[in-house]
């Protein structure tokens, strides 16, 4: 609903026996990641046998079942190793030379890389790199990551010590899967800053960027691939190198806030237990005498499912969603007599009539669509409206692959502090609003260490003043 | 999920002062009804003054966000009067051809006419005409209907007497949304079975199937037209005929079980009250004793709140919901190793782990989606899943526009009346299982005469012993 | 080049024996007619054995080559006796749903009809079934002929004779290719103002608008349906009627001129040989000193041909024409630099530098295009440019299927009758400027009686005063 | 026809004041070079002025005119610097990923290249460059160049220094256009065996592979650039370097025999001028008694048209072509009735009967389209059928950026030198046969160097012994 914060991307990869082709298992495993970026996606595979390296791929700006709307196309990619990614761009411009897997050719024939994150010295590597006279075909930090790994793969012995190389140089955010002529081979920056998991279907390995893409295509989740591991999957087996691992990893909150699918389980937590625990605690934090909790569809839900149980106050549903009003609806006219929100969700009158409500969502940007739905519900004859926020206010810039908004933006930025909560009330006509405390996060996600850098500027490393 | 019942239309019509476009507001009108036909829609305007009669329209295969895709369509659609279409087919092809409004001219002009339900004398009146030379461009009932209105209108003094001239031929179910050159009519069949309603916004006045589509162009809702009434709008007003009212009409019970939006109320009765009320019977007539009690999404959840609400049993989601995968999701490979329903649907392990489950939906067609679910509760650790079903088993077919599918499909018709439960439980290997029982019903709808024929036989009036 | 008359529409039709498929002949038959008609086209098909009068059929806007792209939609199209279409419409809308073959349920099962040509009393025929109660769907004439049929269908013991009686009412030009469930029937106007021919391929027999589509489908010609011949093919073989034929038919000159294909034969005629016979009595009316004739692609190459032999003066190509430059080619700027006519013809300087030239073309509409191929000859160093139209100046519309612009649009009705050759050729900047006399047109098509309606008037019979 | 020669691909290249939108310009040049590639197409642009070096571009497979088929996508192409390109492939898979320009970012800021032509060292200055880290994005050696002109700008003061040194590296046929932030760059290889000319408009210099294209954009030619030129324009005016020339070029001569537009003049000779003179030295070396010399549409038409004047034998149509069966014609069935040169090209029966026919064209490959004209004509009446060939039999390869079958696929490859006119007439069933005898190239081209590598494996430099 309205602006929300968007994740950049999703990775997969798979290595089956030879002779399996795997492209659908890409397809179906993208598109349990589907949520993690609309706007770009792409599969490539080859075979480890036979024509080694002889690599196929498409990719192109849509979803899974656009960009693979001709069974045709997925007929078409052979081979028993493969990667896949979905994207969604922070970058202004959306353009189809962006989409991943980068497929590329190098000193050890064909290199496939997907990656979610983001990197904050990509200009410094960059630089580095065009100033021996490299050409660059795209904008993505991926392919400077690629480069790099190219670059190294000229003096290691093996591609587990070029990549390895590479990640050295990398600061930021990084989950990669990558595809070398035999080898599947994923790697997750020091901090796990972004998911990536292990999976396994009979002598099939997986790598995925959330569990739920494990379960889509039949396989048992294995454990999470270790901050600052790399694993490399081959016929010959799986190994595991942790050279790169640091003391205290800093893994990011809003994966079990808002990005990860409520069925996927990340670092050993469930995002559902994440979300049921917010609730509670908001619940703990912010009570109030109310008749019915109820969230946001369908990302307020769960924390209200959180809310109710703590609270004890029932929840119920609030309001319709009309799941035909997507990502590509048009407003028919600038001067529409229906706001946007009113087409997606229509309140249910008689569940709310007369009664004090406890409204949750995750987050708050702009305002706007919260606005619209609690003069909704007071329409439809709701007595009170409590809003309840299931994280912190965020105030500050993510640099590590997620779509925070800037400053301005953000209502967060337009008021102290001390301020927030009534001005924002006030402005919202709710009767009462509540943010998740900071200090409830730990417990969320039972004492994993976290980046909590968006609400209280603690990254975990120095980060530069300003993202350009 | 899975294979579920189908509604087959939705109507919508409006009639605005001259000089105001109305074709956004169908637009906005058939989202809203968008659930009620999936497979094509269409959308048909003419201006009241100036070029009378002048009737621009456009129609074909595809969701209202497809057909439309282009802003422009929309832009060269002119004209204060207009009326549309939401279509999903029972005859097997689905043609271009048969997509609505039809647009005819006639003795008087241009007639445009939208129909929701099915007759069931519809060959009897197309045999009558095409014996005297008539032809026919389509399949449908609905042009069969548009020919005997433009015959009666031959003969009679106004419109609005051919349309009830038409109407007394008609045996079945219609709500019609008629477009003659300065005038809006609304009819529906003197059992009003398919649902019709009045809204107003200013000075332009709505007619649409639900009441979901009046908030969706921001007008207030009136009433429902009556069973067998009439409605004549123009620019003099508005004038109500009721000449063929009759003393028991016999509503879609299915229209508040499944087919209806939850946010829509119809002849008087809210479709969520409906809902959570058939939830509160079920827990009524099939207690058990549980941990959880849930809904197959969306399907499911508001009845498995009220079997909560009446059972003390605490709600809660058991799936999450992929809304990526949509109606046209092909799967990759006939031997997919993830089955269609494990792709749509994830469990939420750690909210069903160790839990003895009731799980909600509002009917059982095939059963194989049912039992996988089980299966997937049991295998993420659920200790006992119970099967509750918000409506009783349907054993007959239905005549009068929903898709109900027929005898050896229905896995309801597999077993005699005692054995079907017990029968059933085993095969979906569910722990227990009930059906909300036909008696339950009149409560649901407080007390408003329904058609329960596909239940129990118990038609309004006499059918064909088979429909073709 | 710029605006040029354009033709309606091209029919064809074909009987197989049952078991064999024959869709994929209309397919090759409507390509090679496809200079008929750009705009829509259709084809419709059924078995003439097994379920009878089950007729299948996809018409849409488009190219055949367009509405057919998918292999797979031929392929669905099942059956041995089948009819096809190609349109384009003088009506300003393109509309599909005027798209043919016309596919209707009549009293007889399923009546297919394909249309070529334009009545000039179809308000007259539409007012009188209108009057008792008649729906129709399009605004073509060709579903009032198709009406009519059916309302005699009830009276009469065959289709054979529905189509007779229908026919005596018509005014205009209508060549018809009907399906009825087991016949495939044609029929020509009394005048022969549009064409049909007869062909057959082993057991197979075919009907056409034009040879072509004959050899297209390795048919041979038969011969041609004659003037207000009815013919009527079923598998117990081929029976003519010719009770509507009258004594002096009027058969369209423009189909020799401009409309059918240089390697048709029509009504005897060889197009090509109508053409060089043309430019011949082109070079005896208006001769001239020159170096080289040429004429401008495609349209004026043969009769170019025939001025050359005529004359003595060698034959020589003046431009190239760009074949990548079509029907939809957008000029990317209003004040382009280049006009749309140099994109698409390229001077081929060598050939015309210093030269005098006689540049031949069939017709001047707008004489636009022509003035600026006098200046590009003229830029590339001709001498001397002497335009040569291989047809009478037009003056009078066409009621019978041609697209001759009106009036103002015509650049020979902005001048009298003396002064046109000369006021022309100034405005033109060409160096003489010669029509066909009318007087050849008789010697042209061997004494076939034609109608010379857009040159002078004299309509085979009484037109209305203004074509609606 | 049938299985033809290939040319791979054409550019264009514009500098207009700061302020002019060239990208109109841009598809206009390229529509006039389509007949050199239909695969894929792009067009980059940048402004010299403002924000320098922010180049946007679109590419995709497809016609000009379908890849830029909404205006929209040029009117976002912003920019008074651009340049463009037109693709057909030789390796097997045509991806969107090798359309150009190839638009890159280096040391100095956007790199955007257009290439026609191949190099016959791609793999040594591939592996050059691997081998210190290199990766490379597609499989064109147009990367290549790309690459090595990157990595020459790290030492070198200029772009067009950088440019030279990498020519120095290249072997092989290569007509660059390169656009640097700030300059429009045109670079022809020292053989000049792929043509590239100069043209200017107002304060605007342009381009093109052919002079077609200048006068398509109104632009006047002004010269070719020489082969080993490199042609700088800037706001600061137009220089050259010819410092990689050598004293002996070797021009293309397919590209006067087929390869350019008829309308063009590379290197100084008119190509309809070299056909012309091709089809008189037929006529010398083959003359035979006849009573009609015509062509094979379009390849052969003016060959023909010199063949019959010097021989005095009339020139006349022999074949209607369609122009509706294009590129992506699919035959409806594989057991076609009809052959898809029947569709393509229709006999003028009138024009061929009885009469001895001179058939001209450019080039036999494979023979099977030659043998059914023959079969076509004789099925006409044609008396007897000569074919002349206005090209010498090819035997050998092409290294240079033409698709040249390999030798399996010639037929006249099948025959010794002295045997092959006697067995290819047998086999053809021609009355008799010629081909244009190798000493008549010089005359064509008035004494320009050429390369007849394809006929005598006359290459103008060592070739590697088999292209991979």
Redesign the interface.
């Known amino acids: 609903m309205g602006r929300k914060i968007k994740e950049e991307c999703g990775v997969f990869g798979i290595l089956e026996q030879a002779g399996t082709d795997i492209?659908?298992?890409i397809?179906?495993g993208l598109?349990?990641l589907?949520?993690r970026g609309?706007e770009a996606c792409g599969i490539a595979v080859s075979e480890t046998e036979g024509t080694v390296g002889n690599c196929s791929f498409r990719k192109d700006l849509g979803?899974?079942?656009e960009v693979?709307?001709d069974?045709e196309f997925?007929g078409k990619l052979k081979g028993n190793l493969g990667i896949g990614h979905v994207r969604y761009s922070t970058t202004g411009a959306s353009v189809?030379e962006n989409a991943q897997p980068?497929?590329?050719?190098?000193?050890k024939g064909t290199?496939g890389l997907a990656h979610n994150g983001n990197l904050i010295n990509t200009e410094t590597l960059k630089r580095e790199l065009?100033?021996?006279?490299?050409?660059?075909?795209t904008?993505t930090d991926s392919e400077v990551i690629?480069?790099h790994i190219?670059?190294?793969?000229?003096r290691t012995a093996t591609v587990e010590e070029a990549v390895l190389a590479a990640a050295r140089k990398l600061a930021g955010a990084y989950s990669l899967v990558i595809m070398s002529p035999r080898k599947l081979i994923g790697m997750r920056d020091p901090w796990g800053l972004r998911p990536l998991c292990l999976g396994k279907?009979g002598p099939a390995w997986i790598l995925a960027s959330e569990s739920?893409a494990l379960?889509?295509?039949?396989a048992e989740y294995v454990r999470d691939i270790e901050p600052g591991e790399l694993i490399s999957i081959s016929a010959g087996g799986i190994h595991s190198d942790r050279s790169l691992q640091i003391s205290r990893p800093a893994h990011c909150i809003f994966e079990y806030i808002y990005f990860a699918?409520?069925?996927s389980?990340i670092d050993g937590i469930?995002v559902?237990?994440a979300r049921i625990c917010a609730g509670k605690a908001l619940a703990e934090a912010h009570p109030v005498e109310a008749d019915m909790v109820s969230g946001v569809p369908e990302s307020g839900?769960?924390a209200a499912?959180g809310y109710a149980?703590h609270s004890g106050i029932?929840?119920?549903?609030a309001?319709?969603k009309?799941?035909?009003?997507?990502r590509?609806?048009?407003r028919?006219?600038r001067e529409?007599?229906?706001s946007g929100v009113?087409?997606k969700l229509?309140?249910?009158?008689?569940?709310v009539k007369g009664k004090r409500i406890v409204l949750v969502d995750d987050s708050i940007v702009r305002g706007t669509t919260m606005a619209n739905l609690i003069r909704m519900l007071k329409d439809a004859g709701a007595k009170e409206v409590h809003i309840r926020i299931s994280s912190p206010p965020f105030r500050h810039p993510c640099y590590f692959g997620t779509d925070v908004p800037s400053g301005e933006e953000l209502i967060a930025n337009q008021y102290s502090e001390t301020d927030l909560c009534e001005k924002l009330r006030q402005k919202l006509d709710a009767d009462s609003l509540g943010y998740l405390p900071l200090s409830a996060l730990p417990e969320m996600v039972k004492g994993l260490p976290i980046c909590t850098g968006c609400f209280d500027a603690g990254y975990p490393f120095p980060v530069p003043e300003s993202r350009h």
Do not use: K, W
């Not at 065009?130 to 075909?137: D, L, N, Y």
């Not at 029932?314 to 549903?317: A, E, I, N, Q, V």
């Open positions: 492209a659908p298992d397809f179906l598109t349990a589907q949520h609309q979803l899974v079942s693979f709307h069974p997925l189809a980068l497929v590329l050719s190098y000193i290199l065009v100033r021996t006279g490299a050409i660059f075909h904008t690629a480069f190219a670059r190294e793969r000229v279907r739920c379960s889509a295509v039949g699918r409520l069925d389980r469930s559902y237990d839900l769960t499912m149980e029932p929840f119920g549903y309001f319709y009309n799941s035909y009003v997507g590509t609806f048009i028919p006219t529409a007599r229906s009113r087409m229509g309140v249910l009158d008689s569940a």
